[in-house]
């Protein structure tokens, strides 16, 4: 496969919107194909194309990626946005892996009852407060830089940012006691590939609603009500 990449999911947030957080701080162009419909997804799984059975799926330089981890670190590493080595690879590693446990906390969110969901944006909000954006305040402050590693842009700062934003989107107010974050929000806010990626009309997905909650039920046959951490 040449031209740009294609990334089969549905058409809202999931596991796939890190990936295109990552490929538009990349400046790179992506198609999109969503899932809408049981028989698209078995078409897949027919096909061959999902390794364990399941999506995001990125095809990508001839290739057919499954595992998220695997996609953002093969598109990370692609556009020199992993570290000039294996020191600060292991440091955004590191990063990613706090990163990913926040937003793994607000992933299921949408498919929560509204009694979970009230339970859940304490822990969320909490979590977030005492636990992973005091690691990062310290980590920019420590060190006094524009960027979390190796004074460059890379995976882990947008990583950040797109964390940040979904527990804003909770609570508006959660960075108040984080100059460090505020600031590095701004900046990294600002950088002309993000800027675009936040702009209306891009290929961010929204907040997800009922209507992305149900679709993902009906082609995952997921009948059964996911719980709260």
């Known amino acids: 496969m040449t031209g740009k990449p294609k990334l089969y999911y549905f058409n809202g947030r999931g596991k796939m919107e890190s990936v295109r957080w990552l490929l538009a701080a990349a400046g790179v162009e992506f198609e999109e194909e969503f899932l809408e419909t049981r028989e698209q997804y078995e078409k897949l799984l027919q096909g061959g194309s999902l390794m364990f059975q399941q999506v995001p799926m990125v095809e990508i330089d001839g290739m057919k990626m499954v595992q998220t981890r695997a996609i953002l670190s093969y598109i990370a590493a692609k556009y020199n946005l992993y570290g000039k080595d294996l020191k600060e690879r292991a440091l955004i590693d ?3 892996g706090g990163t990913d446990d926040l937003m793994g906390l607000i992933l299921f969110f949408p498919f929560l009852s509204t009694e979970d969901k009230e339970k859940q944006l304490s822990v969320i909000v909490q979590k977030a407060t005492s636990r ?4 990062y305040e310290k980590v920019l402050k420590d060190h006094g830089q524009n960027f979390l590693v190796g004074n460059n842009f890379s995976w882990a700062d ?3 940012l797109e964390a940040i934003l979904m527990v804003e989107e909770k609570k508006s107010d959660v960075l108040s006691g984080f100059p460090q974050l505020q600031a590095f929000k701004t900046r990294i806010s600002n950088i002309p590939t993000i800027k675009k990626f936040l702009e209306p009309g891009s290929q961010r997905k929204p907040v997800p609603d009922d209507k992305y909650v149900e679709t ?3 082609v995952l046959r ?7 951490n």
Request: proline fraction near 5%; avoid cysteine; glycine fraction near 0%.
């Open 158 to 160: 947008v990583h950040l």
């Open 216 to 218: 993902v039920r009906r």
């Open 94 to 96: 590191m990063y990613i």
């Open 132 to 135: 992973y954006f005091p690691a």
């Open 222 to 228: 997921m009948y059964h009500n996911v719980k709260a």
